[in-house]
């Protein structure tokens, strides 16, 4: 990246090699004076650009023209057009942003919208976005211009070339005002042909004629002679068609000037007559003799006279009687900054008379300095020789306009930063940033799409930025799109901020995408990009997880088990794990957090839901890819996760299990009710039907045999829970994760008494009592010590079920225990 001090950008040494001539000429004994001043460089601007060939860039990318023709279909074609501006952007700056950043720039002009407006007709809403962009693609001609040569200039000495800094950076100020004046123009030939004619004042010249011929006298006085500074001289006016004319010709002289087109300027005086007028606009050119330095005899160029004409220019601006604009045209020519505000209706006006007399002023002190100044122009006011202009004092002027209209747009979002990035102050602009991100009202979509590139573009030139407002304007961009469903364009944006940051927001962003066929689209963006896909996807699962503030604890109140909306949300969010088989072992640890949580509560679908998400190869592909580093063991955290899920595995084909023998043993044939014996057939049908009874309960105590022996079977598998038991780790070795062994102590708590009871019950439905019992025996044993996981109130009642069980063998005439009586 460059060292490039941000405040106001060094130009002096901007001009490439073979580029055009430098700005003035002033000395024979200047190290430039081999240098000719080019005639037609010096026709469109007073001081013209030092940047090679600035008129001429093209700001197109041929992607963006190509628009298809569909767009004037849409009902709204601005809209539509401007719509593909977000993904052309990022195409542009994907592709440039590393290697050539002014080709990028040149990519992101984007007024192609202003052709597809104009022929799609002009409502309201189209129109404010045309606003928008026309404004944006006027700020990334300024931006070109004048950090087009930064990443070429040569270590100069500050001191020499400072002033010249100054000086080249405010012409290209106004070289950039004027190019947007001159976009706005267009083709001005066409507006003037119905009025330029070749004979200067026709129609005070008919009618002098008319005088002479007839002799009468005049009933409105006029001009009687057609010297140009007759009306002024004899303070008698033109026939009013000529004035009206002249009105005409001077506003739009001034218009072709503002535009930086002073040939064009001359060109229209000449057709309308008034060639004399051409000259006056023709005597600012520098004078330069080369035949001084030089053997061979050549044409002098520029005006020898200049600072006559320069003081006449002065005094004629000052003059009250001259129509306005024929004022502010010689008030540019000389630099006097009132006439020439007088016709500035806007705030870019403004801002261009302003760096105009700031330009003009600088040159003049630097050739006073050299002694090259005439002395006419030291008779120029004492405003015009002691005038201080800076950068900043001219903004501070606009600020103070009396000007409604220009008080108005200097407030603008665009005006703004144009005014922060001429003063080079990219603090003061990402101050601004700031403020206006936090301020109530949202930004226009587009300017936050500006001002997304305008600080990637800093960037990508190795300026120093305030990085927190960097950071809040990419997230800000960031949430718009994820706002307006850009989910193409979301990850590489995330992917300029900070990677702590840039994961969370990606995840934000994940969470809202429901459909499931953009998942591993979004997640391949995600890795493009060269975002850390693992570290999302866990965060996404682990915040919609940890939603809930339900505690693990026993619940007094009747639990709802149902699976709510919430429930299924963190169900599905564990489908963001299962894309990559690398995230097998995150899967199972999330999931397994996920079911402890819905064990707790008793939602046994919905933990059920989870578990069959998690794919069957899982452990085995756990364990494959720690073999396949060369790991005999897998990680400590691993092989608790694939242990923990186990347990899991055998809590839920317990409880499966118990709901499958609990629907058979609530739904016993019902034996048929006898009806009366009065005759034959009904004694038969009613044997019929305690046979077929008869044996529909023998089928079904069958098949509760068997469920009861599922059951028992399924439960003993948690209760005796193999290796240590049911949720408590082999590895001990592992980072410790206090709020998972704090879950799994209470899921102890809370499922194995649960378990125990339901196995109880059970056995007593089925007059296993003696089995009963004997349940008794395995919670006391020391070797699996399960009473620990009782409560003294879980305990109490659990004595006292048994109580009914020996109640019952004693019924049988045997002993508590269910042994044979010894006699």
Not at 120 to 130: I, L, Y
Not at 216 to 242: I, W
Request: proline content about 4%; glycine content about 4%; overall charge negative.
């Amino acid at each position: 990246s460059l060292s490039v001090t941000p405040r106001v950008p060094d130009v002096s040494s901007i001009l490439a090699p073979g580029g055009r001539t430098p700005r003035y000429t002033h000395t024979p004994r200047n190290a430039l004076s081999s240098m000719n001043l080019d005639d037609s460089d010096w026709t469109n601007s007073m001081y013209t650009s030092p940047v090679s060939g600035m008129e001429n860039t093209s700001f197109f990318t041929d992607d963006i023209t190509n628009l298809s023709s569909a767009l004037l279909k849409e009902d709204d074609p601005g809209e539509a057009a401007a719509a593909s501006l977000f993904p052309e952007f990022l195409g542009s700056f994907l592709k440039h942003s590393s290697s050539a950043v002014f080709e990028l720039l040149e990519e992101y002009q984007v007024d192609v919208l202003q052709s597809v407006v104009l022929r799609a007709g002009q409502n309201s809403k189209t129109a404010g976005v045309r606003w928008l962009l026309l404004q944006e693609n006027c700020t990334w001609r300024l931006i070109t211009s004048l950090y087009r040569y930064l990443e070429s200039e040569k270590v100069v000495v500050e001191q020499l070339f400072q002033r010249d800094a100054i000086i080249r950076q405010s012409q290209l100020v106004v070289d950039w005002l004027e190019s947007i004046a001159k976009d706005q123009i267009g083709d001005f030939s066409d507006n003037i042909e119905y009025y330029a004619k070749n004979v200067c004042w026709e129609n005070t010249l008919h009618a002098l004629k008319l005088r002479r011929k007839s002799g009468a006298a005049f009933t409105v006085p006029l001009v009687t002679e057609l010297d140009p500074d007759a009306p002024l001289r004899q303070q008698r006016p033109l026939a009013d068609l000529d004035r009206e004319d002249d009105v005409r010709l001077l506003k739009n002289l001034f218009t072709l000037i503002r535009a930086g087109m002073t040939e064009e300027a001359q060109r229209l005086c000449k057709r309308c007559g008034q060639a004399w007028r051409a000259a006056t606009l023709e005597g600012w050119k520098l004078y330069h003799d080369p035949n001084m330095t030089s053997g061979n005899l050549q044409p002098v160029e520029g005006n020898p006279q200049r600072g006559i004409w320069k003081a006449c220019c002065w005094r004629m601006a000052e003059e009250e009687q001259l129509n306005r604009y024929e004022r502010a045209i010689y008030a540019s020519l000389s630099g006097n900054l009132k006439p020439l505000l007088a016709v500035c209706e806007s705030w870019e006006d403004c801002v261009w008379a302003h760096f105009r007399v700031m330009v003009d002023s600088l040159v003049e002190k630097d050739l006073m300095s050299s002694g090259m100044a005439h002395q006419e122009v030291e008779t120029l006011p004492r405003e015009y020789l002691e005038a201080n202009w800076t950068m900043e004092k001219v903004f501070e002027e606009l600020q103070a306009s009396e000007t409604k209209r220009v008080l108005e747009e200097t407030r603008e979002h665009y005006h703004v930063i144009q005014k922060f990035v001429i003063l080079g102050d990219l603090d003061g602009l990402l101050e601004e940033f700031s403020d206006w991100l936090t301020a109530s009202k949202p930004l226009p979509s587009h300017l936050l799409r500006f001002m997304t590139h305008l600080v990637l573009f800093f960037r990508s030139l190795g300026l120093a930025l305030k990085e927190e407002v960097c950071v809040d304007v990419l997230k800000a961009y960031v949430s718009l799109l994820i706002r307006d469903q850009q989910t193409e364009l979301v990850a590489s944006y995330v992917s300029q901020l900070p990677a702590e940051l840039a994961t969370a927001q990606y995840a934000a962003f994940l969470e809202t995408v429901n459909q499931p066929e953009l998942r591993p689209r979004c997640l391949q963006l995600a890795t493009d990009a060269g975002l850390d896909v693992a570290a999302i996807t866990k965060l996404v699962v682990e915040t919609v997880r940890e939603r809930d503030e339900t505690e693990f604890t026993h619940h007094s109140q009747t639990l709802e088990t149902a699976t709510t909306k919430e429930d299924l949300r963190k169900i599905d969010v564990i489908d963001w794990l299962l894309f990559d088989p690398a995230h097998r072992a995150e899967s199972l640890k999330q999931s397994n957090a996920i079911m402890r949580k819905f064990l707790a509560l008793q939602k046994h679908d919905a933990a059920k839901a989870v578990f069959s998400k998690v794919p069957e190869d899982s452990m085995r592909e756990i364990y494959c890819q720690w073999t396949g580093v060369g790991q005999t063991t897998a990680p400590a955290e691993d092989e608790n996760a694939i242990r923990e899920h186990l347990c899991i595995r055998a809590y839920l084909e317990a409880h499966e299990a118990f709901t499958d023998w609990f629907s058979h043993s609530s739904s016993a044939p019902q034996k048929p009710a006898p009806a009366p014996e009065a005759k034959f057939t009904e004694r038969v049908a009613n044997e019929m039907r305690e046979k077929e009874y008869e044996s529909s309960l023998a089928a079904w105590s069958a098949r509760l045999d068997v469920l009861t022996e599922d059951v028992k079977e399924r439960i003993y598998n948690v209760l005796l829970f193999v290796d240590g038991g049911w949720m408590i780790d082999n590895r001990q070795d592992s980072e410790q994760d206090s709020e998972r062994s704090h879950q799994m102590a209470a899921l102890r708590s809370l499922c194995l008494p649960r378990l125990s009871f339901l196995l109880l019950s059970v056995l007593q439905n089925s007059s296993r009592h003696q089995e009963a019992l004997r349940l008794a025996d395995i919670i006391s044993s020391d070797q699996h010590r399960l009473y620990q996981v009782f409560s003294k109130e879980e305990l109490r009642r659990f004595l006292q079920k048994l109580r009914e069980s020996s109640l019952a063998l004693l019924d049988r005439g045997v002993d508590p225990l269910g042994y044979e009586l010894q006699p």
